[in-house]
């Protein structure tokens, strides 16, 4: 038998939760007042299908690779309410392969690839549209985007969640600050404002080894100082490669996690047991970026991160 717990009206009314509801959007914003610091904490919430923000960027990196801390609720709301298309090639595989990996140890988070939508299973349509957001050049990604999301006979009218990873082309000397902005950045503040209803997701480029002089370290910060700077999501794959799950960094690592080896050594059992196939890299890697995944998609659909209240 559970104790009753009185809390004293003070402490109610501080911790109250403050809620507005938007005329004619039916969306919610949502914030607890934290009395440690004098600070309100505002929750993202997904409302008709889009990502409601209340003055933060959601940033998925390598702080947000540990599964075990989203709460069951989370992991449901995720199947119930997000519907995902993401678009990638070769190395956009890694999360799906950890995602895999993920759904054998437990059913919970089961998916599939096709975009049907089942229960208990989350809907995402992998690898559609074909592509990724530099192939078959840094433009057409968002023409496919238009044209899979107006398709009203297809899966593509009931996706709310759009992600698009890169492969190989911040890497490139073509991929320079102003071709960034247009193609990239603009083109999906334009998809933001024509689908308001659709949340689209921000990458970083895969490691190359170039570390902190390489044109992928200047495209990648110019990517997370727009997502900071505008309260966009981003799931940061390049800072996932960059730190081990100790917090060590290795600024100069590539793609093939050279870290991940000695990691998996120096931590049994911390690693997948058989290994994952995980294109171009470690299975580690893989799981880390999975787990992120599953992390993104909770925190879209309301939770509010494992340092919350």
Known sequence: MKANRVIP?????????????SSGENAVHASIYSPADNTEIFLPLVTNGQAEFSGEAIIIDH????????????????????RLSYG??????????????LEGLDSLYSFNIDGAIEDGVLSLRDRFPPGDLGNPDYWYWATRTRLYLDDVTGVGSDRNVVVWSWCTQLSSDQATEALINEAYLGQMADLERDYPNV????????LDGTGVTGNLYQRNNQI???????????????DIESYDPDGNYYPDANDSCPWCQSYCDAN???CPDPAIDCAHSHSLNCMLKGQAFWWMLARLAGWAGASSP
Do not use: C, W
């Open 224 to 238: 997370r100082d727009f997502v900071k700077q505008n309260d966009k999501v981003l799931y940061d794959f390049a």
């Open 88 to 101: 990638h090639t070769s190395h956009g595989s890694q999360p799906i392969s950890g995602m895999t990996y």
């Open 9 to 21: 009206a003070m402490m109610f009314l501080r911790f109250i939760l403050l809620i507005v509801l």
């Open 63 to 82: 702080t947000s690779t540990d599964i075990s801390k989203i709460p069951e609720f989370y992991i449901n709301k995720v199947i119930t309410d997000l």
């Open 268 to 270: 049994p059992g911390s």
């Open 199 to 206: 949340t689209f997701v921000y990458m970083t480029g895969h």
